[in-house]
Each structure stands twice: as C-alpha cells, then as structure tokens.
C-alpha cells in the first residue's frame, strides 16, 4: 500500500475510534444505536435488537423514541386512553406538544429548554428501547404501565429495567399475585458473572412533609423513616442476592448540595437498620441499596430533567465504598461488586438520552439535524505558513484551547508549526462536554479522579487488556516479589499486572498528597 494511501487509513482508523469513544460517552458500553438512511426517499432505519422499523422525519434519535413507545404500548390503547383522559404519559405529551410545537420556517431540528413533562416521557421511550434492544420487554411491565393507577409504579421498574439491560444482566418480571410467596420485581442474571440477582423496586408515593427544606427536621424524620421501612419490608422477602432500589420522587431536589444532605440522612437510616433491623428475630440479610430521586417524574413542571442517585450496601464488609480498606482490599472488593459498580454506571447511561443516532455531538447539528464536519487529525486543510503564505497541511495535532479557538499542529513540505483556529460555539461546547474526541483523537479521555483508584485501576485494567504472555512473564521478572503470580492464567495475570501498577501510582499520589498537606500547613505556621 503506497504510503500516502496507509496515512490516510491510519488517520480514518484513529477518526473512528474517537468517534467510538464519544459515542460511548452518550449511549454507553451496552448495545449501540443501529441506524442508517436511505438518502434518495428520506427513509431512516432503526434496528431495536432483531427488529427494524422506519420512518421519515426522525430527524434526531428522540423522534424514532416518540414512535417507538406508542408503537410499544399500542395504537389502539393510546386512543382509547387519549379519550379517557386519565393517563399521565397523554398529559406529558399534550403539554410537550404545546411547549415545542413547530412552527412553519423554524428549523427541523431547535434547542429548547428541557421540562419536565419532556423528560418524563422521553426517559420512559429510551427505557423502553433499552429493555427491547438489550433483552426483551416483559408483558407484565406493559401491562402496568397502560394502567393508570399502577403507572408510575410501573415508571420506576421500567428505570430499573433500562439500567439491567444495559449493565448485560438478563431480566425477567417475578411478581406474582397478591397472597402468593413474596417475589421481587426483577430477576436479573449477569452475563459477565453469571450472577443472578433479585430487585425489589419501590417509589415513594407523596411527601407529608414539605420538600423545599431538606434540614427541615420534619423533612429528615419522614425520609429516614421511609428508608427504614422499605428496608424492612424487602428484608421480610429473604431475597437471594438482593438489590433493594427505592426511589424518593422528592419534587424539589434540583441541586447535588440538596443531595449530599438526602444522601447522608438516607446512608444513616441504611446503617442504622445494619445494625439494629431484625426480621424473625434474626438480624437482616446482606443487600445492595439503591436510592434515587428523579425530580421531574414528582414535579412534571420543574425545569430541566434533574435525577441523582446513591449505592450502599447492607453488611457487606468488603465492599469498597464508604468504609477505610487497604488498597489491595479495596481493588479485591471492587473486582467483586463490579456487577453492581456497573449497573449504577448503566443506570447513568440510561438517565442521559441521546439526541443524535450516531452518537455525534448534538452541538455540531445544524438546522436540518445534518452532522457539520469539523477539523479532524490527519486531515488536509489550507492554513497560513510560517511566512503567513496559504499552504495545504496536515493536521498533526489539535488541541481545544480557552473558550473558543483551539491550536493545531501542522506539517508540509517537511516544515511543522503551530496555528490557531477559532472554534464555532458548537464546537466549542462539543470539546468541553466530549473532550477533544470531537476532532479524531483517540488518546483524549477526562483527567483520572483523584479521589478513588478504581477509575485509574478501570483505565489500566482496558490498557493491559491484550498483554501477551511474554509481556506478563517479562513484567513478573523485572519484580522478583511478584514471580509467585507468573502461573496465574493470562486473564488473571494481566488483572494482577494492573492491580500493581494501580497499587503503585495509587500509594504515590497519596504520598504526594499528604506532602503538599504537610506544606501547607507549615507555610500557615506564624512564628512570633
């Protein structure tokens, strides 16, 4: 392959892995969105697991949703349920409606304000989609949420469901009827443990007491009450490999400060029922606990879509949050949870719908929800020389910089130098939101928290993750102490090699951490 042809393959291989990673960023590591258009009749295509469906004017991905869930719930029901009147989702779509109703000469695609009436029904289509495209949607899950008294019930397994088909769990609805032994909601096995776990969901129906204050004392006793409660009753269940996901629906909750006060109130009901809650007079069985609060399903007027949520465990000492572990206890314990770890990173995933089927930024769309391309690496584009003559260059390097303009590096002629590119503002919100991924490059990923190893131990897990044995047996040699693992399978080995490598960078920064404390200090000491 001559090598002009090899560049160029090298740089749509290095474009496409980018584009990989921002897809990612929106739609997660579950099933991506299959799509594609039929340009010369404006048909597009959506595949939902082994089904395919089409339709023009799905000019964004939450145009197909909208078909998708009337199509799933039923046409003949909508219209029967659309003249009774009664139902939540036809009073979230009519306000919807009314809110963004096109006009004639608007663009097809707009940027409005999100409501809540709007996210409320667009999380509960992108749910649905999740389930199907991952797994399948049980019967009696569209059962309860065509009922109207048993919707909003209905609402929050459906979230769950999102979440567990995403995470690569198989689900399965287990409820049974009143007076029968007790089942939780959701079965869900695994696919990457083979675990099978029990969900039991419940959604906290009104609060008595106001909402507007969470250090309302008032407030804080009906909270802890209602965590302790559901506790015990999911408790009486004697759930196998219990997850317990309870959602507070709090009207008011708009602020992550508001959630930190919730979610300590709720993490003390949590230990306090560790230690004193019994059931038959035996103490309470291990579980996961799940609390969340999606504020615009209990407040469908509020602006925006504001959802948070917590994960705590009952009696489990190894679990690796919220408690002081050593190091290599902590990476043991998170290698033990990561089923649920990654059902809460699904349950994110699943709270943020994408707007565009590609994964492309929504910020480059233009009016037509047409992608406008912007500068990639290893494109040719005509920028000024160094003697401000207009030259054909290659883009080498680019990096978002300030808050519009980004700075390339450019080679012709055997000659490199720098230029700097102003941004459009889609552009620019595209790079803060997606990192510099916007423009091709693959290595562009977000700063590692420095608060947990367990993002750096996850980038270092993926960065080892084609080791080959004589790179795992070489990495053994050079740490003599480490040689007893040399006969651990090649899997495992390259977990033990990042786990070191994580022990290692862990410990130093900690190390470096409590240097800069001990400076700090020192430079506050005032000697009289």
Not at 59 to 65: G, K
Not at 148 to 160: G, K, S
Request: charged content about 25%; overall charge neutral; glycine content about 6%.
């Amino acid at each position: 392959m001559p090598n002009n042809d090899l560049r160029f393959a090298q740089a749509r291989l290095r474009q496409h892995q980018a584009a990989e990673g921002v897809r990612r960023q929106q739609q997660g590591h579950g099933n991506p969105i299959v799509s594609w258009m039929d340009e010369a009749n404006g048909v597009r295509f959506v595949a939902v697991k082994s089904t395919v469906h089409w339709g023009k004017d799905w000019f964004i991905f939450p145009n197909f949703l909208d078909y998708y869930m009337k199509r799933t719930l039923g046409n003949e029901w909508g219209e029967r349920e659309r003249r009774n009147g009664q139902h939540p989702l036809f009073r979230w779509l009519h306000k919807t409606q009314a809110y963004s109703n096109h006009k004639p000469g608007e663009p097809k695609v707009k940027t409005i304000m999100m409501m809540g009436f709007i996210a409320c029904w667009l999380h509960l289509a992108y749910a649905l989609y999740l389930i199907a495209h991952h797994d399948e949607i049980p019967d009696q899950l569209l059962d309860r949420l065509r009922t109207p008294v048993l919707f909003l019930p209905a609402y929050h397994e459906a979230i769950m469901g999102a979440a567990l088909a995403v995470a690569g769990m198989e689900i399965s609805c287990a409820e049974t009827k009143a007076g029968s032994t007790p089942t939780p909601e959701f079965r869900a096995k695994s696919k990457m443990s083979g675990t099978t776990y029990e969900i039991e969901g419940k959604r906290k129906n009104g609060w008595k007491a106001p909402t507007s204050d969470v250090t309302d004392p008032e407030f804080q006793r009906e909270l802890q009450a209602y965590v302790r409660n559901q506790i015990h009753k999911a408790s009486k269940k004697k759930l196998k490999n219990p997850v317990y996901w309870f959602e507070l629906s709090i009207p008011t909750m708009m602020a992550e400060a508001e959630w930190r006060v919730v979610a300590e109130l709720a993490e003390a009901a949590i230990r306090q029922a560790e230690n004193n809650m019994t059931v038959d007079g035996q103490p309470i069985a291990p579980a996961y606990v799940v609390i969340t609060n999606h504020t615009f399903v209990a407040n469908e007027d509020v602006t925006g879509h504001p959802c948070f949520g917590l994960l705590q465990t009952i009696k489990m000492e190894d679990f690796p949050i919220g408690r002081p572990l050593e190091i290599e206890a902590a990476l043991e314990g998170y290698d033990k949870h990561r089923d649920i770890f990654w059902l809460m990173e699904a349950w994110k995933t699943a709270s943020t719908v994408p707007t565009t089927f590609d994964g492309s930024p929504p910020e480059l769309l233009d009016g037509d929800g047409k992608l406008l391309r912007t500068v990639k690496l290893g494109d040719m584009i005509e920028v000024p020389d160094m003697d401000g003559k207009a030259v054909r260059a290659e883009v080498e390097e680019i990096c978002s910089w300030g808050d519009n303009k980004a700075m390339l590096a450019v080679g012709a002629n055997g000659r490199h130098w720098l230029v700097e590119m102003p941004l459009t503002t889609g552009e620019a919100e595209a790079a803060r939101r997606y990192t510099d991924a916007i423009f091709g490059k693959v290595n562009a990923s977000r700063g590692l928290r420095d608060d947990s190893p367990f993002s750096l131990y996850d980038w270092l897990l993926e960065a080892h993750a084609n080791m080959t044995q004589a790179q795992v047996n070489g990495f053994f040699d050079q740490n003599p102490t480490l040689n007893h693992h040399k006969s651990l399978p090649l899997k495992q080995a390259r977990i033990r090699v990042a786990r070191e490598f994580t022990k290692r960078i862990w410990m130093s920064s900690e190390q470096d951490r409590d240097t800069r404390a001990q400076q700090a200090t020192t430079s506050n000491i005032t000697v009289s």
